[in-house]
Structure formats: structure tokens, C-alpha cells
């Protein structure tokens, strides 16, 4: 990992993925979860294969799976606490929203992972 302040444009962040949901449609559906950098946990369901690109996620996985959600980096800042704090959007690459419509997060510069 680097620091997110290095880092713009495409990049992926740590999650897991918590449940298989269906197997329907091809190749399965899965909920995932990220937690953001206030503590706020944000749930996903969407084609395993965006989530996993390891293979390690199926109908018979002991769960949780860790796991990454593709997204672009929109900016950085500082947090009262001296946290870098680093604004992401998961509409790019893949058009991932979370359950409730959010695509904007907010996330702690370690919860990056190098593309």
C-alpha cells in the first residue's frame, strides 16, 4: 500500500464479502460490506466475479471473504484527528452503488489497495 495522497484516479478498497445470495443469475450474487472511515457500515449486492477475482468466493465459502471493490479516487483530506481521509466514488470502473443508492464514500487512506 501508499499513501492515498500519491494516489488518484483508479484504485480498489479492502471489504468483505459477508453471504452468497443466489446462485441466479450466473455466476452468483453476493452481498458485501465496506465499512467506512466513520465507523459507518455500507452494504453491496452484486455478480460475485466484481468482487472477486481470485475465484475464493462460492455457494460453499465459509464467510466472511476478504475482498476489494473497484473505485476511482476523487480527492484526499485531513480529518480532525490527523487521519488522511480519501474520497472515492464505486460508480468507476464498475457501476457499484450500495443497497441504499450510495456510490460516494469516504474511506481511511489504509483501506486502499494498489490496482
Do not use: N
Amino acid at each position: 500500500m501508499r499513501p492515498a495522497g500519491m494516489l488518484y484516479g483508479m484504485a480498489a478498497v479492502g471489504c468483505e464479502i459477508v453471504r452468497w445470495v443466489s446462485d441466479e443469475p450466473q455466476p452468483g450474487i453476493v452481498e458485501v460490506q465496506l465499512t467506512d472511515a466513520y465507523g459507518r457500515c455500507w452494504s453491496f449486492l452484486d455478480k460475485v466475479a466484481i468482487f472477486d477475482a481470485d475465484g475464493s468466493a462460492g455457494a460453499d465459502s465459509v464467510y466472511p471473504v476478504a475482498s476489494v471493490i473497484a473505485c476511482e479516487v476523487l480527492g484526499t483530506s485531513v480529518a480532525d484527528d490527523g487521519r488522511e481521509i480519501v474520497s472515492i466514488t464505486t460508480l468507476r470502473p464498475w457501476g457499484v452503488e450500495s443497497t441504499d443508492g450510495q456510490s460516494e464514500f469516504h474511506v481511511a487512506a489504509d483501506q486502499l489497495i494498489e490496482p
